[in-house]
T-cell receptor, first 111, second 117 residues
Framework: GQNIDQPTEMTATEGAIVQINCTYQ??????LFWYQQHAGEAPTFLSY??LDGLEEKGRFSSFLSRSKGYSYLLLKELQMKDSASYLC????????????WGAGTKLIIKP | DADVTQTPRNRITKTGKRIMLECSQT?????MYWYRQDPGLGLRLIYY???????NKGEISDGYSVSRQAQAKFSLSLESAIPNQTALYFC????????????????FGPGTRLTVL
């Protein structure tokens, strides 16, 4: 089956920059999402990439390389409220609809 | 008001009981989904529905059933609950993208925390 890999946990300092990586199997790829999820809350949409390159949205940017099966989420000027899990999800389209979710990366921000 | 609502928000039940979780949305989306989330695992799709007459099994449908009563309502049933169905359950909706770069972004309800004793 399709597998999404992302680090389990990362730690960063307030005000710094952090990059969260996501790798996936490329066959049938149809788009990649990043979501933010605070503990005990619902995931909320951050970004969507379907073409190669960097998408910038304020302090958050997301990059995609389809040939390498690789994406990253870049968070700049980290704030304490950015402490959350970041979920990578890949949409595959073959005979069935498949949105496969990574287990998420727990980001801990320290003062 | 929230666009996607789930009831109940918390539920404790016993093994063998029938449980229904309900989801309603005011976003006008055609597509609705039920997921479960367990610690250390990604969201796993239980069932999805692309319109009122369309119901599809997801990755882990065994032990679950669904009903799409209307465009805005999608309910999940556990016919005979078992302890390993203890999890956080999310309902989500999305609007079908029509162009190469448009998205099928999913919008989630607040979740139902279900405990089966």
């Amino acid at each position: 089956g399709q597998n999404i890999d992302q680090p389990t946990e990362m730690t960063a300092t307030e005000g710094a920059i952090v990059q969260i990586n996501c790798t996936y199997q490329t066959s049938g790829f149809n788009g990649l999402f990043w979501y933010q999820q605070h503990a005990g809350e619902a995931p909320t949409f951050l970004s969507y990439n379907v073409l190669d390159g960097l998408e910038e949205k304020g302090r958050f940017s997301s990059f995609l390389s389809r040939s390498k099966g690789y994406s990253y989420l870049l968070l700049k000027e980290l704030q304490m409220k950015d402490s959350a899990s970041y979920l990578c999800a890949v949409l595959y389209m073959d005979s069935n609809y498949q949105l496969i979710w990574g287990a998420g990366t727990k980001l801990i921000i320290k003062p | 008001d929230a666009d996607v609502t789930q009831t109940p928000r918390n539920r404790i039940t016993k093994t063998g009981k029938r449980i229904m979780l309900e989801c309603s949305q005011t976003k006008g989306h055609d597509r609705m989904y039920w997921y479960r989330q367990d610690p250390g695992l990604g969201l796993r799709l239980i069932y999805y529905s692309f319109d009122v007459k369309d119901i599809n099994k997801g990755e882990i449908s065994d032990g679950y059933s669904v009903s799409r009563q209307a465009q805005a309502k999608f309910s999940l049933s556990l016919e005979s609950a078992i302890p390993n169905q203890t999890a956080l359950y999310f309902c989500a909706t999305s609007d079908r993208g029509l162009t190469l770069t448009s998205t099928d972004t999913q919008y989630f309800g607040p979740g139902t925390r279900l405990t089966v004793l």
